[in-house]
């Protein structure tokens, strides 16, 4: 949770917050690793009463400490990335990670992300601290490379 604000305390809290959250429009996937849901992945438009449907900003969570490292959340974002350029065609996916999280921003750049910069106190979290994010977004014509390398290292696994 030092990435995701303050923990919820207990599973209804969890359901509240994440499932049943009152933000309009916004989509939220369960990631499921080895039969059982691990964590979740979003996406929602900034301004969706607006022009601005063509741009979209993902986050992702893994709550399960043993889900992760595994490849589990590149793969989510990756799938989420295929959806949104393939079938809801849009043109900018983006995503902010806080500037300490490395395996995130790590984990972005692999599925294709690049960085367009650093945005100063773009958060704050309910404890009062504020924190700088990454700005990161992929655009249409870049994906299908990400995708040749996400289909690369699927091949070199088998
Ligand atoms: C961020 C998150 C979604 C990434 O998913 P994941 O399945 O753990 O990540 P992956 O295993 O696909 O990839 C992680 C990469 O970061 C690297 N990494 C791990 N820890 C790292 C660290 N401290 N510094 C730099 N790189 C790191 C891994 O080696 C791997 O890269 P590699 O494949 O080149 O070796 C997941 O860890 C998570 O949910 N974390 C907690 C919540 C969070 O931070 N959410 C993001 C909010 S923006």
Known sequence: ???????PETIEEAREEFLEADIVPLWRFVIEWQGRGVGSVE??????DTDYLWTAGIDIFIGEPAAR????G????????????EVKHLHRVTIDPEVGNARA?????K?????????????R?????????HFMSIIEDEWPAAKN?????????D
């Open 1 to 7: 949770m030092e990435f995701w604000d303050v923990a």
């Open 43 to 48: 996406y929602s438009h900034p301004y969706a």
């Open 69 to 72: 490292n595994r490849g589990v």
């Open 74 to 85: 590149t793969e989510a974002v990756r799938t989420l990335l295929q959806y949104l350029f």
């Open 105 to 109: 921003i790590r984990s972005y750049e």
């Open 111 to 123: 599925a294709g992300f690049r960085f367009d910069g650093v945005l100063r106190h773009n958060d």
């Open 125 to 133: 979290f309910e404890n009062g601290r504020y924190v700088d994010t």
């Open 149 to 157: 390398r996400w289909e690369a290292e699927v091949d070199s696994d």
